[in-house]
């Protein structure tokens, strides 16, 4: 979907959206402007009809063809940008019917950064516009084009249009990859899919196979990749802005299927695990956007794809590996193996010597079990960078909780034969997990995001559809952005 900043005069679409408070009697400037051309439809017709609660909706059909499709968004005073997204996530099937493919909103008149309100208003209109159809031979009518109606008086909403267009284009990227079957995105086309994107938008990428990878003692990451036919492959872009003020790495999960390897998992766990890459399909989606909006900094994603499959190759329960950092680690199980993975990459991660270290994985199912499928866990080594993570995810209306990290839960992963084994008491199992991911990083600034629940829904929860839902990449984005 393309967004584009629209005064009512220019504005196409027959299917206008306007918002209405329930507490306010009088007409936005866009409204008034609306009422004037269809004859008073607007104060004879939708304020006598409507009861502008939020989430409430009316369509009224206007003779010359065109669509009024009221939505409420209940008090003034109790308006939030969460509630304007999820008011403006609704707008997609509120048009599906037809087979119209643009759609016009304004732009709601409220005291507030109008930069934001637009931002917004798009991206929850994206969000409930996306559909992974590639598969289906009937594809469903989606917009193709959103007007956002502004007033004459807004016209100076600068980057409006181009920060929407980034930030939702890149989530649909993810989305798309996260969706996509594990026998198409295997570690290879994540890789090349990388190398594309990177080319486009001129930023530095190396990919590095089994061979370069056994040279760099990457050993716990190709422990766990050994039972697969499929290579595996890490990869490593760059994004450097102008005067970076800082460097980051941002280092994303990317086991393209976990079927837990020998530790095989059962059938109904299984089911979603081509999904266990969405840590590096999300951080892919991140330097997409950042490569575009350009802040001032130095930015390092990394990911290690591989596939964890059971074979006569595979790794076994009771092999030690001697990791990347030459920490030994008993396998206590091959079902945690993203952590395995996770342990060498941010010990190459502290080669680049960057002022801060973010990983994000779908890592632990406990984290399911502690905050359920709407709530990231966050952990790390440092609480300020976490306070703020905390209030950048909060800005863009992504719910994430804290969870605890205790030097003594490293009692849990004791080995009687090497520094430490891969799980311990499934207790906890997060902290745990944040626990043997701290040993490998030297950063003080490490921050660890588990999107284990909330990376695919089977249940839309507000604006997040159904599906593979981009969790943490607007709050990643706004972080970079901020910082
Ligand atoms: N990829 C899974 C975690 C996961 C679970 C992601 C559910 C998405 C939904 C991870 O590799 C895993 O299997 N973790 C194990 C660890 C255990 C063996 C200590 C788990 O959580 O069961
Ligand atoms: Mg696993
Ligand atoms: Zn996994």
Redesign the pocket.
């Known amino acids: 979907m393309y967004t584009t900043m629209k005064t009512i005069d220019s504005a196409v679409s027959k299917n206008i959206f306007l918002m209405f408070f329930e507490n306010e009697d009088g007409l936005s400037p866009v409204q008034n402007e609306i009422n004037k051309k269809f004859s008073n439809v607007i104060l004879d017709n939708v304020m006598k009809n409507f009861d502008r609660k939020f989430l409430s909706s009316m369509v009224f059909p206007i003779s010359s063809g065109e669509k009024i499709i009221a939505l409420g968004l209940g008090k003034k005073e109790e308006f939030t940008l969460d509630k304007l997204r999820e008011t403006a996530s609704k707008v997609s099937s509120l048009v599906k019917s037809d087979t119209i493919d643009t759609a016009a909103i304004e732009l709601v008149d409220v005291e507030f950064d109008k930069k934001r309100l637009f931002a917004t208003t798009s991206i929850g209109v994206n969000m409930g516009n996306y559909k992974f159809d590639k598969y289906k031979t009937k594809k469903q009518d989606l917009i193709k084009t959103l007007e956002i109606i502004i007033n004459y008086n807004d016209i100076l909403i600068q980057d409006g249009e181009n920060i929407s267009n980034i930030v939702n284009s890149s989530m649909d990227f993810t989305k798309d990859l996260v969706f996509e079957s594990a026998e198409v995105m295997t570690p290879s086309k994540v890789a090349e899919i990388a190398k594309d994107m990177a080319e486009e938008l001129n930023l530095e990428i190396k990919v590095y196979d089994r061979e370069e990878l056994k040279k760099m003692n990457f050993n716990a990451f190709l422990a766990v990749g050994q039972g697969s036919i499929q290579e595996p492959k890490f990869i490593h872009i760059v994004y450097k802005g102008k005067n970076p003020k800082k460097k980051i790495a941002l280092i994303g999960k990317g086991?393209t299927f976990?079927s837990?390897g020998l530790d095989i998992k059962p059938a109904s766990s299984m089911l979603?695990?081509k999904t266990?890459m969405t840590g590096c399909a999300t951080v892919l989606g991140v330097i997409r956007a950042i490569a575009q909006l350009k802040p001032d900094i130095e930015l390092h994603c990394m990911s290690a794809l591989c596939e964890n499959m059971p074979s006569g190759s595979s790794y076994k329960v009771g092999d030690v590996l001697i990791s990347k950092s030459k920490k030994t680690i008993e396998v206590d199980?091959t079902?945690?193996?993203?952590r395995l993975t996770l342990a060498d990459v941010l010990t190459y991660a502290d080669e680049i010597n960057p002022d801060e270290v973010i990983d994000i994985a779908?890592?632990?199912?406990?984290v399911?079990v502690a905050l359920g499928n709407n709530i990231t866990g966050i952990m790390g080594n440092n609480q300020e960078q976490i306070e703020e993570f905390k209030k950048s995810a909060n800005e863009t209306g992504e719910k994430v909780w804290q969870l605890p990290i205790y030097e003594d839960m490293q009692e849990n992963l004791k080995s009687d034969i090497a520094d430490m084994k891969n799980?311990g008491s499934r207790y906890a199992?997060s902290s745990v997990a944040g626990r043997f991911l701290q040993n490998f990083t030297k950063s003080k600034k490490w921050l660890h995001i588990d999107i284990?629940g909330t990376a695919y829904i089977d249940k839309p929860y507000k604006e997040f559809q159904k599906g593979a839902t981009a969790v943490m990449l607007r709050s990643l984005i706004n972080y970079l952005l901020k910082n």
């Open positions: 086991i976990d837990g979603t695990m266990d199980n079902d945690a193996e993203g779908t890592l632990t199912g406990a399911i799980t199992g284990a």
